[in-house]
């Protein structure tokens, strides 16, 4: 069962920041905040990951609320190639349950 | 060469037919798994391997079987193909000894007609 909530879809203009919400309000101690994106019909890729503290890596920031029930992705400076929908799964290392994700539309 | 590489691409059977969906792997990692894909949807769990002896199903694995022949590889099986399984296959593996979850292979898009 997916543990996680995102909005179906969200645009954003070509060089600005794309802030990409999730809530995952049941998530449990040992559970991992992971986030994956998927262009059109490709293997989903790994974009980065994070338990509790804030993470950064060269494609994205990760913010997780203190109470962990929420995160944010955060892609700084938006290009069209980032026009993907972005999964937001939470797990304990065992198996990934997908939702539906959000699409993001870049625009120029 | 592709970590995970699935074969074939594309495949278009017919109804009750049999037909095999192959994944191997050269990443090393013990965990192995099959997704699949409807349009706009998310992916969808299959099957799941955690090493060669183990297999366990996943949240839809009616109509589905599998087979875990070496820790390099894992094949899907649909002993008699039906119009609603078609949708695109992903493989994937893991060992989070890495941290970074999941590599997924480029996908089977099957058609069952």
């Known amino acids: 069962d997916a543990k996680t909530t995102q909005p179906p879809s969200m645009d954003c203009a070509e060089g600005r920041a794309a802030n990409l919400p999730c809530n995952h309000s049941?998530?449990?101690?040992?559970?991992?905040v992971y986030w994956y994106r998927q262009i059109h019909s490709q293997g989903p890729q790994y974009i980065i990951h994070?338990?509790?503290n804030n993470e950064t890596n060269e494609m994205a920031s990760l913010i997780i609320t203190e109470d962990r029930k929420s995160s944010t992705l955060i892609l700084p400076h938006a290009t069209l190639r980032d026009t993907a929908v972005y999964y937001c799964?939470?797990?304990?290392?065992?198996?990934?349950?997908f939702g539906s994700g959000t699409k993001l539309n870049v625009k120029p | 060469d592709a970590d995970v590489t699935q074969t074939p691409r594309n495949r278009i059977t017919k109804t009750g037919k049999r037909i095999m969906l192959e994944c191997s792997q050269t990443?090393?990692?013990?965990?192995m798994y099959w997704y699949r894909q409807d349009p706009g949807l998310g992916l969808r769990l299959i099957y799941y391997?955690?090493?060669?002896?183990?297999?366990n199903k996943g949240e839809i694995s009616d109509g589905y079987s599998v087979s875990r022949q070496a820790q390099a590889k894992f094949s899907l099986s649909l002993e008699s193909a039906i119009p609603n399984q078609t949708a695109l296959y992903f493989c994937?593996?893991?060992?989070?000894?890495?941290?970074?979850?999941?590599?997924f292979g480029s996908g089977t898009r099957l058609t069952v007609v």
């Open positions: 994937a593996t893991s060992d989070f000894r890495d941290g970074y979850g999941y590599t």
């Open positions: 049941t998530i449990s101690g040992n559970e991992y």
């Open positions: 994070g338990l509790k």
């Open positions: 799964i939470v797990s304990n290392f065992n198996k990934f349950y």
């Open positions: 990443k090393g990692h013990d965990r």
């Open positions: 391997s955690f090493d060669v002896k183990d297999i």
